[in-house]
T-cell receptor
Framework: ETGVTQTPRHLVMGMTNKKSLKCEQH?????MYWYKQSAKKPLELMFV???????ENNSVPSRFSPECPNSSHLFLHLHTLQPEDSALYLC?????????????FGEGSRLTVL | DQQVKQNSPSLSVQEGRISILNCDYT??????FLWYKKYPAEGPTFLIS?????DKNEDGRFTVFLNKSAKHLSLHIVPSQPGDSAVYFC?????????????FGKGTKLSVKP
């Protein structure tokens, strides 16, 4: 069992659909993150949660709505997305206090918006 | 404008030889630099990091060098093995920033040929 698990691994949705991505970590970490990786672009931080509280929103459009019910689970709710939102969405976790900046990533959810 | 740049999208090396992956950055406020490795269909995994107060960090076959005056870091893999074939991402963290707020480069795809 991997430390950070993401479901679904692949998702195809229309622009009017509502769907959610799920992330679960089994590492006992208190911080969780959503990153986006678009084709030929660097990974971009979207949201940060620390002890279930959102501490960063990196100017993400409101059609992306995160939810963190507890320190082990993180969701990304998606609605009325655009084709340019098609990307690999990566969840990561980390202990709250970590000096080196190391993150533990899940395998990602590949999203295609038609 | 990109703050962390990996100017070589790909690199091909013979097994047993040295692989050198390069990364340039523009922001003097970065305090930690990290390298991540990513296999297809998997999430990035942490490889090695270096604090901005050091100029070298070594872990087995992997060594990271930091040249602050040139705002340049490099990852050396010696000897290279076919299993090292992956995409390598350079990342940097702001001084005092959230441990998750890493700025990533676009990655360099390393191919190690037997």
């Amino acid at each position: 069992e991997t430390g950070v698990t993401q479901t679904p691994r692949h998702l195809v949705m229309g622009m009017t659909n509502k769907k959610s991505l799920k992330c679960e970590q089994h590492l006992g970490h208190n911080a969780m993150y959503w990153y986006k990786q678009s084709a030929k672009k660097p990974l971009e931080l979207m949201f940060v949660y620390n002890f279930k509280e959102q501490t960063e929103n990196n100017s993400v459009p409101s059609r992306f709505s995160p939810e963190c019910p507890n320190s082990s689970h993180l969701f990304l709710h998606l609605h009325t997305l655009q084709p340019e939102d098609s990307a690999l969405y990566l969840c990561a976790s980390a202990p709250s206090q970590i000096l080196s900046g190391e993150l533990f990533f899940g395998e990602g959810s590949r999203l295609t918006v038609l | 404008d990109q703050q962390v740049k990996q100017n070589s999208p790909s690199l091909s090396v013979q097994e047993g030889r040295i692989s050198i992956l390069n990364c340039d950055y523009t922001n003097s406020m970065f305090d930690y630099f990290l390298w991540y490795k990513k296999y297809p269909a998997e999430g990035p995994t942490f490889l090695i990091s270096i604090s901005s107060i050091k100029d070298k960090n070594e872990d087995g076959r992997f060594t990271v060098f930091l040249n602050k005056s040139a705002k340049h870091l490099s990852l050396h893999i010696v000897p290279s093995q076919p299993g090292d074939s992956a995409v390598y991402f350079c990342a940097a963290r702001y001084y005092g920033g959230s441990q998750g707020n890493l700025i990533f480069g676009k990655g360099t795809k390393l191919s190690v040929k037997p």
